[in-house]
């Protein structure tokens, strides 16, 4: 689950970062999203990723044997997480690139702490 956790974070995350560099990344001839199909849809793409991997952060205490105390972290994190997401997808600028690519790290080590310390505690060494 963890490793499907960062499959799903990973573009959402590096798009964002990518709308913010579209321009040196069209310079370069680098292929990624933005630059190839607009901010725009760059931002789309970014909404749904993020709402994958929102869902797989709440759903992983439902379907598994990790403490649902996890959600008290996971719920509002992933909240602005789509928050800033909708945010960009409303108005694809770098400011607001910048501020999800930012906050993204935020919420992937918010979740991994809380399904790390949160479900059961760390390992006695």
Known sequence: MIALL????????????????????RIAHIP????????????QA???????TVGLTILIP?????DRLTLVV?????LLL????????????????????S???VYLMSVLFALLVLAGGLPAW
């Open 6 to 25: 960062g499959f799903l974070w990973t573009p959402g995350h590096f798009w964002a970062l990518a709308i913010y560099r579209d321009r040196d990344y």
């Open 32 to 43: 990624m999203l933005p630059a190839r199909a607009g901010r725009h849809a760059a931002a």
């Open 46 to 52: 970014i909404y749904a990723w993020n709402v994958a």
């Open 62 to 66: 439902l379907l598994t044997a990790i």
């Open 74 to 78: 996971t719920i509002p994190a992933g």
């Open 82 to 101: 789509l928050h800033l997401s909708r945010n960009l997808l409303l108005s694809p600028s770098d400011d607001r690139a910048v501020r999800l690519f």
């Open 103 to 105: 906050f993204s790290i």
